[in-house]
């Protein structure tokens, strides 16, 4: 497969900075350059996440960016110290995205409210820093919509990363400006994904990993990572019935332009 040498790929989204990298994270980023994986950017957790996603950034500099959020699912009763801590840490270093934040009513409704003001936050701060915010929106999209609505689409943009929604959902957040991150997901025999990447078009589509999570076929189920956006890809190729080497450089410069790289 030739065309991979050539491709330019860009993964939007992957967490290489936690422990299941441990072992081989060089081989990782040096297995995901060889298939044309540009850049690699990393979006925060919380507090505890940062040092081990900076020092991702010090060894693979220019190819592994980190982005600054606190994760819906890390906001608790103490999620005003962590939002503290992510603003301090904004002011401190160069970051390419608010992100990831959003809000997950799957795993824990406990502190829904807090999780609403938090991304209300977030989204202040994505228009304070000029940064894309980068939405994680699990069981949650109309009220993500809703809430950018009020605070005033056109004011923020950024990406709903794994994207959730159907054709319709699709239309409606890229007419907001918003891009979706396509990943895994869409190799899953996913019809409501191939509808949202056909209905969004290559123009408004990022790839991502959400690695270590979300492996696409044929490893679902194992540790992904940035390498295997070729399957993406290629899953993209069939559906949007453009080449691969396209969908990798559209995706491409959707990314770059998003977080101004
Ligand atoms: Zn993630």
């Known amino acids: 497969m030739i065309y991979i040498c050539a491709m330019q790929i860009i993964d939007t989204h992957n967490h290489i900075y936690l422990p299941e990298f441990d072992a081989d994270r060089d081989e990782a980023v040096s297995r995901a350059a060889d298939a044309g994986v540009r850049k690699i950017m990393m979006p925060n957790i919380d507090s505890s996440s940062i040092e081990p996603m900076l020092t991702a950034e010090e060894r693979y500099p220019g190819i ?26 904004l002011l401190n270093h160069k970051y390419y995205g608010i992100g990831e934040t959003g809000i997950d009513l799957y795993w824990d ?22 940064l894309p915010v980068v939405i994680h929106a699990r069981e949650s999209l109309e009220l993500i919509i809703d809430e950018i609505r009020a605070f005033g689409t056109g004011r923020v943009k950024g990406v709903f990363h794994a994207f959730p929604g159907n054709a319709s959902d699709a239309r409606r957040v890229t007419e907001m400006g918003f891009m979706i991150g396509i990943g895994g997901v869409v190799t899953f025999r996913n019809e409501k994904q191939s509808e949202a990447a056909i209905a969004a078009g290559v123009s408004n589509i990022v790839l991502e990993t959400d690695a270590p999570y979300l ?11 940035a390498v295997y956006l070729t399957y993406v890809i290629d899953k993209l190729s069939e559906i949007l019935a453009i080449s691969p080497v396209e969908v990798g ?10 977080f101004n790289l």
């Open 109 to 130: 409704k406990t502190f829904i409210k807090e999780q609403v003001i938090s991304f209300r936050r977030h989204l202040e701060l994505a228009e304070e820093h000029k």
């Open 215 to 225: 492996a696409p076929v044929p490893f679902r189920g194992k540790r992904n990572e």
């Open 64 to 89: 592994c960016l980190p982005m600054m959020a606190l994760h819906p699912t890390s906001v608790r009763g103490n999620y005003r110290d962590e939002l503290d801590a992510a603003e301090a840490a």
């Open 249 to 258: 450089d559209r995706t491409t410069d959707n990314a770059m332009r998003l």
